[in-house]
């Protein structure tokens, strides 16, 4: 049965440390302190089996210990007094970012994920051209041909390979084959000890979009006068296009988060149009990689209540989505925003950027931030500490979280609801 609790074990544990969310783990408790039995990974393990530090559960008002109830309602005195406040973060369930999203648009404030400095380099994307893309089920029982864009999937999503690539039984029965082509100046070391047999083009990563327009211009079979593209043979280039050309199934993966150089969207932007070329005479999807610290599942909640994903104010008393004016670092270096709110349960390493502005902390216990916030309330971890739903990488399905060990750590939902009753009261 999925999600059953035998003697301790849990079976069929959904892990909320990457965008995978694999569906798959055993994992033990042993009076509260987890330990990773089955298909996990060493990202999954470290985070399952991490202790929570002693007296780390105890709120905190300026370094000093509180109770909940106090912490609420000192959050709720800075939030009364704030014009533009700042909920940035957003690394919680789908509970925590319906409650964020409740009690921004009652206090006016903007909402914006930890993640969408790299985010936006997708949603730019979708916004002004669109984009073909597939699901890890799609990818797991009918690609045969994987070209990666210089990203390092192995340290990012550990498991990807195994549970989407290498499996050889699919639905269909066949006996799974799927070639692997890495666009990059080198292979990320994970990979190279991954016993994966893979392709290497060494491509300059400042130069992806050049690659992909040339591509996109010999799969129109139009001539290139350059020799070299990218830094790269313009044969080697030939012998790319024509093998995705020749593919029955065939993806272009990448994580933006990887993309980490001015203008990355045209990189993004060209290979999104290579795919809607291509699917002209065969099939090939985009797979963008992401889903962590829960950031498709903040965007997914806001884009079904709002109509727009992160960077999205409630100042004007209506939804406004504006990308640049209202990111966290824009927002901060401008002193628009009066206090932040920073949200991050999955990872205590995730703290808030080190400002003047009063912050509140809803964290993960054991985090040390650069400067000890007004408010820090350590909240539970979904799936570990609580029950809840996470968004998988594909945004196909949100998956079931469980409760593994009895904690006192509230979620971030509980946390919300506390802090709007404190609201009230005043």
């Not at 965008?19 to 985070?47: I, P, S």
């Not at 709002?306 to 640049?324: I, K």
Request: net charge negative.
């Amino acid at each position: 049965m999925p999600g059953s609790h035998i003697s301790g074990e849990f079976r069929n544990v959904s892990c909320p440390f990457c965008g995978l969310v694999c569906d798959d783990l055993v994992v033990a408790d042993d009076a509260g302190r987890l330990k990773v039995r089955a298909n996990g990974c060493g990202m999954a393990a470290g985070a399952f089996e991490r202790e929570t530090p002693p007296k780390a559960s105890q709120p905190r008002i300026g370094g000093r210990p509180g109770t909940l109830a106090e912490a609420a309602g000192e959050a709720a005195r800075l939030l009364r007094g704030a014009r533009q406040p700042l909920f940035a973060g957003l690394a919680t369930d789908v509970a925590g970012a319906r409650a964020v999203g409740r009690l921004a648009d009652c206090r006016g404030g903007v909402l914006d994920h930890m993640n969408s400095p790299a985010g936006m380099r997708n949603a730019l994307v979708v916004q002004d051209t669109g984009w073909i893309t597939t699901t890890l089920s799609e990818v797991r029982n009918r690609a045969d041909l994987l070209v990666i864009a210089d990203t390092d999937i192995v340290t990012r999503f550990p498991r990807f390979f195994e549970r989407c690539i290498t499996n050889q039984e699919t639905l269909f029965g066949e006996n799974r084959r799927c070639e692997i082509i890495f666009l990059g100046p080198e292979l990320p070391e994970e990979m190279t000890i991954s016993g994966l047999t893979v392709k290497v083009v060494p491509c300059d990563t400042r130069r992806l979009h050049e690659a992909f327009g040339a591509l996109r211009a010999l799969v129109a079979g139009r001539q290139l006068q350059a020799t070299v593209v990218a830094g790269v043979p313009l044969r080697e280039w030939q012998e790319l296009a024509d093998r995705m050309q020749a593919a029955r199934y065939g993806v272009v993966t990448w994580a933006a988060a990887d993309f980490d150089f001015p203008h990355a969207e045209l990189a993004v932007q060209a290979i999104c149009e290579l795919v809607k070329d291509l699917n002209r005479a065969t099939r090939f999807s985009c797979l963008p990689l992401g889903g962590s610290e829960g950031d498709l599942t903040a965007d997914s909640v806001q884009l079904w209540q709002t109509g727009y994903g992160s960077r999205t104010a409630y100042g004007s008393g209506r939804p406004a989505y504006d990308p640049y004016h209202f990111s966290t670092a824009q927002l901060l270096q401008s002193g628009e925003a009066d206090v932040l709110v920073w949200i991050s349960s999955f990872n205590e390493a995730r703290t808030p950027p080190s400002c003047p502005t009063p912050t509140i902390v809803l964290g993960r216990p054991g985090m040390i931030c650069a400067r000890e916030p007004e408010v820090f309330i350590p909240v539970g971890t979904p799936g570990v500490d609580h029950a809840g739903h996470l968004f998988r990488m594909d945004r196909v399905v949100a998956l079931p979280l469980q409760r593994l060990r009895e904690s006192s750590l509230p979620s971030v939902a509980a946390v919300i609801g506390a802090i709007e009753q404190a609201l009230q009261v005043a």
